[in-house]
């Protein structure tokens, strides 16, 4: 087993997910699953710093099943007003 720090993808001081995680050593491909992640989840999610809203995933049995994709970068500017303002 090694010990790990699991953080977050936008590197801030409170963006650590899990302190001293014993797990066996990571390989390259490796998946984490994490019950809670707070704002990386869909539920407390938003476009801080422009991240996409993560996928919804049920998984029972051994099988999975996407129920809500992936935001895109497309899907949020899709919103975006391109509006001019003179002064």
């Known amino acids: 087993d090694e010990v790990y720090e699991i953080a977050g993808k936008c590197c801030e001081s409170g963006d650590i997910i899990i302190h001293d995680a014993h ?3 990571v390989e390259s491909g490796d998946i984490l699953a994490v019950y809670s992640v707070g704002a990386y989840g869909y539920t ?3 476009n801080y710093n422009r991240l996409n ?3 919804v995933v049920f998984v029972k ?3 999975a099943r996407v129920v809500i994709r992936k935001e895109t ?3 949020q500017l899709r919103t975006d007003c391109n509006v001019e303002i003179k002064l």
Do not use: C, F, Q, V
């Open 23 to 25: 797990l066996p050593k």
């Open 44 to 46: 407390m999610s938003s």
């Open 53 to 55: 809203r993560p996928a």
């Open 61 to 63: 049995d051994g099988n």
């Open 73 to 75: 970068y497309e899907d």
